[in-house]
């Protein structure tokens, strides 16, 4: 059979497989592992075994394997434990990727661009970025943007954004003496009155309320 660009495939232990390129440029990344544990977490995770599935985000993958790689060479008293922990999180990715609706030929392949961006405001919520600069970062229009953002994650852009900072917020009230005014802004907020009342928005609590709450709880 042919298959597109940007499938992938398991195969069994035992499986007889032979493939190649129909046209260049052909990049292929592949990995050959044996445990007798395999067999157990692939069924655990319902994964199909010698079927092409279309990735979600190609990269991802080869990104993966790389890392695979990478830890097997270099070795270490731990290499083994590593791979294993690693490997199991490869394919449980894998199989949680399989399980999403599929995505639209037409914006598949700006996905690993999208997860890039969000991974980008997550890890820094602070710095202030509006959905027209996202959009300009991936060359396309803002509504355009707005859409695909939504049908790959499953929530507004703006409502996401919102959450990264909250997250953010939730874990300095819970793990720092700061005062609220202080974590306002190192979440990305003009001042705190802003802050508070998205906070009691989206969380249905206080900023000190919950501050108090996670006290209690230590």
Same mark, same amino acid.
Not at 33 to 49: F, I, K, N, S, T
Not at 59 to 66: A, D, E, H, M, W
């Given at each position: 059979?042919?298959?597109?660009?940007?499938?992938?495939?398991?195969?069994?232990?035992?499986?007889?497989?032979?493939?190649?390129?129909?046209?260049?440029?052909?990049?292929?990344?592949?990995?050959?592992?044996?445990?007798?544990?395999?067999?157990?977490?692939?069924?655990?995770?319902?994964?199909?075994?010698?079927?092409?599935?279309?990735?979600?985000?190609?990269?991802?993958?080869?990104?993966?394997?790389?890392?695979?790689?990478?830890?097997?060479?270099?070795?270490?008293?731990?290499?083994?434990?590593?791979?294993?922990?690693?490997?199991?999180?490869?394919?449980?990715?894998?199989?949680?990727?399989?399980?999403?609706?599929?995505?639209?030929?037409?914006?598949?392949?700006?996905?690993?661009?999208? =997860?890039?961006?969000?991974? %980008?405001?997550?890890?820094?919520?602070?710095?202030?970025?509006?959905?027209?600069?996202?959009?300009?970062?991936?060359?396309?229009?803002?509504?355009?943007?707005?859409?695909?953002?939504?049908?790959?994650?499953?929530?507004?852009?703006?409502?996401?954004?919102?959450?990264?900072?909250?997250?953010?917020?939730?874990?300095?009230?819970?793990?720092?003496?700061?005062?609220?005014?202080?974590?306002?802004?190192?979440?990305?907020?003009?001042?705190?009155?802003?802050?508070?009342?998205?906070?009691?928005?989206?969380?249905? =609590?206080?900023?000190?309320?919950?501050?108090?709450?996670? %006290?209690?709880?230590?």
């Amino acid at each position: 059979m042919s298959v597109e660009p940007g499938t992938h495939i398991v195969f069994g232990p035992d499986t007889p497989h032979l493939y190649r390129e129909l046209e260049r440029p052909f990049a292929n990344d592949w990995f050959h592992c044996v445990g007798d544990e395999m067999g157990a977490l692939m069924a655990e995770l319902g994964y199909p075994l010698d079927e092409p599935v279309k990735a979600i985000d190609a990269l991802q993958i080869s990104r993966g394997v790389i890392e695979l790689r990478r830890i097997q060479s270099n070795g270490g008293r731990l290499a083994g434990r590593i791979l294993d922990l690693e490997l199991r999180g490869f394919m449980m990715k894998l199989a949680n990727a399989t399980q999403a609706a599929p995505l639209p030929d037409k914006v598949s392949g700006y996905y690993g661009a999208f =997860v890039d961006l969000r991974s %980008a405001f997550y890890n820094a919520p602070h710095e202030r970025t509006s959905v027209e600069e996202l959009a300009a970062r991936v060359n396309l229009s803002k509504s355009y943007f707005q859409h695909s953002y939504k049908q790959f994650f499953g929530v507004p852009v703006m409502t996401d954004m919102i959450a990264a900072r909250l997250e953010y917020a939730k874990y300095l009230l819970k793990n720092s003496r700061l005062s609220v005014a202080e974590i306002s802004v190192l979440c990305g907020y003009d001042n705190d009155t802003h802050f508070m009342r998205q906070f009691k928005k989206y969380v249905r =609590v206080t900023p000190k309320r919950y501050h108090d709450a996670g %006290a209690t709880a230590e």
